[in-house]
T-cell receptor
Framework: QKEVEQNSGPLSVPEGAIASLNCTYSDRGSQSFFWYRQYSGKSPELIMFIYSNGDKEDGRFTAQLNKASQYVSLLIRDSQPSDSATYLCAAYNYGQNFVFGPGTRLSVLP | EAGVAQSPRYKIIEKRQSVAFWCNPISGHATLYWYQQILGQGPKLLIQFQNNGVVDDSQLPKDRFSAERLKGVDSTLKIQPAKLEDSAVYLC?????????FGPGTRLTVL
């Protein structure tokens, strides 16, 4: 059974701090990785994706991938209360399908 | 560009009744997914279509769930008969590449 694991949280950080969200996956054939943000009562919204080992930055968000360790992370710099949401990690194996983790609930405290 | 459309947004039924959900993907997206998201969990794939063909339905409870995508555009997901444990949000997503985008979902409550 292919799995994606995340700490369920809640992860609480003060406003302006860096939030670090982590994800591990079991399928070594996974090639692409995605971070979705999901506000309560809303559907998931794609915020970052990464295919290659290393870092990928987009504004306040940085995704990090280490395929050898089967580890993906998302860093949110200068966290804002509006970043409070559940963050879903997903792994994708071409020719197969997406596997989502259970999500990490982030709370940014003003 | 219009996003993924779903209807209805909310549905309340009694157990053993039937229900159907509709999804219209982003124009041009060949791949369409139906997910079930139970409160506090990540989305679980029910079925994936490529145009009007089924790519993966391994996690679809076929004794009660069915889905179709006629003409490779709109799709419907049906549950018959519904059980209490089917209470969840049913998400439709579509993709052109590996980037998938979700619709607003249908929140189903089975009493």
């Amino acid at each position: 059974q292919k799995e994606v694991e995340q700490n369920s949280g809640p992860l609480s950080v003060p406003e302006g701090a860096i939030a670090s969200l982590n994800c591990t996956y079991s399928d070594r054939g996974s090639q692409s990785f995605f971070w979705y943000r999901q506000y309560s009562g809303k559907s998931p919204e794609l915020i970052m994706f990464i295919y290659s080992n290393g870092d990928k930055e987009d504004g306040r968000f940085t995704a990090q991938l280490n395929k050898a360790s089967q580890y993906v992370s998302l860093l949110i710099r200068d966290s804002q209360p509006s970043d409070s949401a559940t963050y879903l990690c997903a792994a994708y194996n071409y020719g197969q399908n997406f596997v989502f983790g259970p999500g990490t609930r982030l709370s940014v405290l003003p | 560009e219009a996003g993924v459309a779903q209807s209805p947004r909310y549905k309340i039924i009694e157990k053993r009744q039937s229900v159907a959900f509709w999804c219209n993907p982003i124009s041009g997206h060949a791949t369409l997914y139906w997910y079930q998201q139970i409160l506090g969990q990540g989305p679980k794939l029910l079925i994936q279509f490529q145009n009007n063909g089924v790519v993966d339905d391994s996690q679809l409870p076929k004794d009660r769930f069915s889905a179709e995508r006629l003409k490779g555009v709109d799709s419907t997901l049906k549950i018959q008969p519904a059980k209490l444990e089917d209470s969840a949000v049913y998400l439709c997503a579509s993709s052109e590449t590996s980037l998938q985008f979700f619709g607003p979902g249908t929140r189903l409550t089975v009493l």
